[in-house]
């Protein structure tokens, strides 16, 4: 996936306020059911030499299925589905009445 792919994704389903449930099937054919977190600031190279510096952004995403956080690139990304937008309200919503 690229990174505007990624980003239509994203916009076309609302996604701004990471609360959507969604599935991610990487190209290593494991598939996850996650919300997507955030992406990571660009990170230039540093002064020193020493880090060189992210060609693209990867994303923080939480996993359901495994309870952990992960970062992905999205070129490590073969598709994404939303299964629910707004996943997390949802829940708080319901867990306040």
Same mark, same amino acid.
């Given at each position: 996936? +690229? $990174?505007?792919?990624?980003?239509?994704?994203i916009?076309?389903?609302? *996604?701004y306020?990471?609360?959507?449930?969604?599935?991610? %099937?990487?190209?290593?054919?494991?598939?996850? $059911?996650?919300?997507?977190? +955030?992406? &990571?600031?660009? *990170?230039?190279?540093? &002064?020193?030499?020493?880090?060189?510096?992210?060609?693209?952004?990867?994303?923080?995403?939480? *996993?359901?299925?495994?309870?952990?956080?992960?970062?992905?690139?999205? /070129?490590?990304?073969? $598709?994404?589905?939303?299964?629910?937008?707004?996943?997390l %309200? &949802?829940? /708080?919503?319901?867990? /306040?009445?």
């Amino acid at each position: 996936m +690229t $990174r505007d792919e990624f980003d239509d994704f994203i916009e076309k389903y609302d *996604l701004y306020s990471f609360d959507g449930l969604i599935q991610v %099937s990487l190209k290593s054919g494991s598939i996850h $059911r996650a919300v997507w977190i +955030t992406d &990571i600031p660009p *990170l230039e190279p540093s &002064i020193d030499g020493k880090f060189k510096g992210e060609e693209d952004d990867p994303g923080v995403y939480y *996993l359901f299925d495994e309870e952990q956080y992960k970062v992905w690139y999205p /070129a490590e990304i073969e $598709r994404l589905e939303c299964l629910q937008q707004h996943y997390l %309200s &949802i829940h /708080a919503r319901k867990k /306040a009445n």
